[in-house]
């Protein structure tokens, strides 16, 4: 696929025409581990430069200084969709499904649940197609948010929209009650806690989250020991995804007011 990249630059004034690097979305697939089928991709974003695709961190801690990260939410909520409905006119990939990571300004804000209904319809994609990652700090900001927005994610789920929770760790735990009454799908852990190698703590925490009845995904592959299939899964018995080689469908961000 063609890079298309247009210069930006979130240090500057919103807007403003900056020689910069520009952000690009990567769409990263995942496979079934079960029946080695592809079964959905997930939206990256990056930064592209001379040296190639870097990881937007400090670009990132920039935008959202100016307050413009849900705009950038929105953007490559857009591209993502775009993408996938034009990968979905092939036969065989019409049951993919999209995950994106989103920030909690953008989920947390009053038009959420719209604005994604939305960009599905223009898109022409099922609901069941796209899969939310939403982090452990966002659901965190969400039970402090209006009395409204956990009913927007509800409203999302009952489109068949499945929601994630990302980099759960043994800190999280206190989030289990709040996390089954909010009716999240999915619970990813964070990849520390297996890179760490404390598997007493590990097991301590799948069993936890299980016991509150939720699927635990660790490093993107269900645990052996599952309280339900996820609604999205085409698989037959658990879900397991493999964060696997990386695919190109880059477009830019255009540099606008947010």
Known sequence: MTDQTLSMSATRPAGEDVAADGLVAHFQPFYNLGTGALQGVEALARLAGDAGATTPGPFFDAVRDSGCMAEVDRWILRQSVQQLSRLQQEEDLRRLILSVNLSGEFVCSEG???EVLEELEAGGVAGDRLLVDISTATFRRLQGADSGAFARLVALQEQEITFCLDGFTVDDLDLLPALT?????????????????DSDRLSAIVTAVHDAGLPAVVAGIETPISSGRPPNSDSVGPRASSWARRCRGMRSWPPHAC
């Open 112 to 114: 959420f649940h719209t």
């Open 181 to 197: 009454d909010a009716r999240v799908d999915i619970v990813k852990l964070h990849p520390r806690e297996i890179a760490e190698g």
